[in-house]
């Protein structure tokens, strides 16, 4: 719209509604259950409250966050809004909806609480510890998924969508609204688990004078015939947009490729958004995903995170930091300020950077990072003329086994409020100060403490090729060493990606442990945690040692005497891992499990639909193919097909694509004798259902005990209670007839 009528934007309608303490219809709160026998169940495990999103008020006083509760029998979760004081005291519940409430913010002054529900957005008054009557401020057909105040909370900045270039039959005759179906002339139609039929936007709408309204806005990417995507999805969100502390600019980041060159490339860049002019500039240039722009406290300077190589996603993620320079100083600014002096801050740190958080004196920087397979939190100093870890500090122990993530705020005594977790817990609200750190919240303590607890070791394996494989190991409760006990070992997902102490609800390793298994995790090749080139090894070696890892870690849990029979489960490249490994172990385990498992390598390259991955990995990309920025995958004669480099495709003659292929699991199925389970979502795009049913069909016909599930309204995950709840059912009930 024009830039005139968003200045003048008039007119405001409130529509006001209830937000009391009394329990609305559809409430879901705290689950009482009782455990029985100490020991963690499926049904323990989804009674847990989920806790997200914390947001310091502005008196540095309260921890605004929200909690989600699951219904088992109503088959769905509802998430409300709670806060807890930083002095000491008890947690206080401000909603009781039966709809769920998200991305809550606080206004400047601390007096109100905005929030989305419904797809709208909220405005309710903060008094006394309580809410009072929510408003609605926003209606925007399409809906809102998250948004963001200016600095000054006069402009805010939100999501929500325009229609993509996939038609259905009503765009061509409106009177075939009944017909269902989706046209397409370019890649990317399907993402994870949807047809691609809108994309997300990001618009500026002011924040007083009138409703929030598309009308009233400006899209930041010109408007809804421009069909890049904002923020980039599937699972980025508004923490790829930074207002400047002036709020005169946004900061972004943005894949501006459509089609098949936005499924072949990772090259997404940072840009500087300037609200009164509409001008855009780029501040990176080149290389693979530059995400997570953060603009600095004293707005000279915006820091973001950087991955060199294009069409490799998972590349070593640096710390970048562009200085700014304005053309003119004061209101009459016209020109967007200019990026000098970019640089790496984090080269010589041998971890991947995550969560960039400024301090508040614009000097140094918090982040996150997974170390050694922990995750801890550090700090780097950003005046330091030598990049590299010169100036960086580690303000969680060394050695602590919890997951921390990056700081949400930061208090005047130098106290970083995170959240953290464990294999023994979910996620909290936690202070760090000093190298030492105390629990704010316990969300779950009532149904925890019920517990009896085990015991996990961390263990190093000897690997075939003498290197040692940071190997984690829980024990059951009461655990007895004269006893044998069947074991399950974790074939991690990715396949880059780090066996840490994060929580999962569904590959949850303390409920595995509590049914009575030991439980290995490996962190085999290709994990993340470990230096690149432990991560980088896997990429065109999927059949090398990357198994042999698993092996080794297989002899070594089978050697113990309480160990009886073993399992390998794994969901994605981890079921790729059991349909692999069912083809070569020989006898050393008695069971399989794959969870949206890769098994027919050639048509998951046809199927699938962000092809930089197997692009990338499926070809293991050869030195000799030199990368140049702006560039598409990589360089070399005979890898370019219908204009899109494809070094890793079936039809490639790179040496390690021909490998890759024809070692395939799908072509070992004549040595499977194994028992396995194979486990797939209906709406899995990400890996098609049809290798589930493929392994099955496979293992069916060789004469292998088998069961195959199907669940037609999940994706990747499995998301819905009563579907979570079979799953683990399943999953258990296979572990032990085989085990």
Not at 243 to 249: E, I, K, L, N, V
Not at 296 to 321: N, Q, V
Not at 332 to 356: D, E, H, K, W
Not at 470 to 494: H, M
Request: one cysteine or more.
């Amino acid at each position: 719209m024009k830039l005139t009528n968003y200045l003048n934007a008039l007119a405001i309608v409130f529509c006001a509604a209830s937000c009391s303490m009394k329990p609305q219809q559809g409430y879901i709160g705290p689950s009482e259950i009782t455990v029985q026998d100490g020991k963690m169940s499926p049904e323990v495990l989804l009674s847990l409250g989920r806790l997200s999103d914390p947001r310091l008020s502005p008196d540095g006083k309260k921890i605004l966050y929200g909690v989600s509760y699951t219904s088992i029998k109503d088959n769905r979760s509802v998430r409300n809004l709670f806060f807890s004081p930083l002095d000491g005291g008890n947690k206080v519940q401000l909603t009781f909806d039966g709809k769920s409430i998200s991305c809550a913010r606080w206004s400047k002054d601390g007096n109100s609480v905005y929030f989305i529900q419904g797809g709208q957005i909220y405005k309710a008054p903060f008094k006394a510890g309580k809410l009072g009557k929510k408003v609605k401020i926003s209606d925007v057909p399409e809906g809102i998924s998250e948004f963001e105040f200016s600095p000054d909370e006069s402009e805010i900045m939100y999501v929500s969508s325009v229609k993509s270039a996939v038609q259905t039959p009503s765009d061509s005759d409106p009177a075939l609204d009944k017909a269902t179906a989706y046209a397409t002339e370019d890649l990317m139609y399907r993402h994870w688990d949807h047809w691609v039929e809108t994309i997300d936007h990001t618009y500026i709408c002011p924040a007083g004078g009138g409703m929030i309204t598309k009308d009233r806005s400006l899209d930041i990417l010109g408007g809804p015939d421009v069909l890049y995507q904002l923020p980039n999805g599937p699972f980025g969100g508004i923490e790829q947009l930074s207002w400047s502390p002036d709020g005169r600019y946004v900061a972004y980041s943005c894949k501006k490729l459509t089609g098949k060159e936005y499924a072949f490339s990772t090259n997404t860049e940072i840009f500087i958004y300037c609200i009164l002019t509409g001008e855009t500039t780029k501040i990176s240039d080149g290389g693979g995903y530059d995400t997570d722009p953060v603009w600095s406290p004293d707005g000279k300077a915006i820091a973001w995170l950087h991955m060199e190589r294009d069409g490799y996603e998972a590349d070593k993620t640096d710390l970048f930091l562009a200085e700014l320079q304005s053309e003119e100083e004061g209101e009459g600014q016209t020109s967007n300020p200019a990026a000098l002096n970019i640089r790496n801050l984090t080269s010589g740190f041998a971890y991947n950077v995550a969560g960039p958080v400024w301090a508040e004196d614009s000097k140094s920087i918090y982040f996150n990072s997974l170390v050694e397979g922990l995750q801890g939190i550090f700090n780097i100093r950003t005046d330091n003329n030598v990049p590299g870890e010169q100036g960086l500090t580690r303000l969680t122990p060394d050695g602590a086994w919890f997951d921390f993530g990056s700081p949400f705020a930061v208090l005047e005594d130098g106290t970083l409020l995170a959240t953290y977790c464990s294999m023994d817990f979910p996620t909290e609200i936690v202070a760090v100060k000093d190298g030492e750190f105390k629990a704010v919240t316990s969300e779950n303590a009532h149904i925890l403490s019920q517990l009896k607890g085990h015991k996990t070791e961390m263990r190093k394996v000897k690997t075939v090729d003498g290197k040692d494989m940071l190997t984690w190991v829980l024990l059951p409760p009461d655990f007895d060493s004269t006893k044998v006990y069947p074991a399950i070992e974790i074939c991690l997902g990715g396949p880059q990606g780090t066996l840490s102490q994060g929580w999962s609800y569904r590959w949850n390793y303390c409920l595995m442990a509590n049914q009575g298994y030991v439980v290995v995790l490996p962190n085999r090749r290709g994990t993340t945690a470990f230096g690149q080139p432990w991560c980088e090894q896997i990429s065109g070696d999927y059949i090398g040692l990357n198994m042999q890892d698993y092996l080794s870690a297989a002899k070594m849990i089978k050697a113990e005497p309480y160990v009886g029979k073993l399992a390998a489960c794994g969901a994605s490249y981890g079921g790729y891992s059991v349909y692999y490994l069912a083809g070569i172990h020989g006898d050393i385990y008695d069971c399989f499990i794959a969870h949206a498992g890769i098994f027919n390598e050639e048509h998951m390259y046809m199927t699938t639909e962000e092809m930089w991955f197997p692009n990338w990995d499926n070809g293991g990309i050869p030195e000799e193919y030199a990368y140049e920025p702006g560039q598409i995958g990589p360089k070399g004669d005979g890898k370019t097909f219908g204009g899109i480099q494809q070094a890793g495709s079936p039809w490639s003659t790179s040496p390690k694509a021909v490998r890759h292929y024809s070692n395939s699991p799908h072509t070992l199925v004549k040595n499977w004798h194994t028992p396995i389970l194979c486990i797939h979502g209906g709406s899995d795009f990400r890996v098609p259902y049809d290798e589930g049913m493929a392994a099955f069909n496979a293992a069916q016909m060789m004469g292998v005990p088998s069961k195959l599930i199907v669940f037609p309204d999940e994706n990747h995950w499995i998301l819905k209670p009563q579907n979570a709840l079979y799953w683990h059912r399943s999953y258990f009930e296979w572990l032990s007839r085989w085990l």
